[in-house]
């Protein structure tokens, strides 16, 4: 989404597309993103196992470059975890704009994740 301001005359004198894209997340899109990577084929059999929960809120992800969360994307982490909230098990990145998983495996740069093969 792009905000613009306007002066009295109308001419835009200020145009900002990052601030609503990075703004938190409402509880309408915290659902949605939980059940899009509840329903991906890719993450489904994991994160619907019982005792698997999403962290409250996501995280908004931009990367300047990146195919998916650039410019005019809705990209927000999801992480899924057990142990009530002590263990991530999965990172996903999910694009409210697309709708859709674009990650479904993303691992930030210096975490660990429990592996698939584990118990979780």
Known sequence: MIVRVFDPAGSVIHTDESQL???????AEQARVEALVRADPRTRDLVNKPGVTFWAGG???????????????????????????????LHSVVDLMRDEVVYPDYLPSGKKVVQRDEEH
């Open 21 to 27: 894209s990075e703004s938190s997340l409402t509880t």
């Open 59 to 89: 995280f908004v992800m931009r990367e300047p470059g990146d195919r998916w969360c650039d410019t005019g994307s809705r990209c927000i982490r999801a992480i899924a975890v057990v142990d009530d909230g002590n263990t991530a098990i």
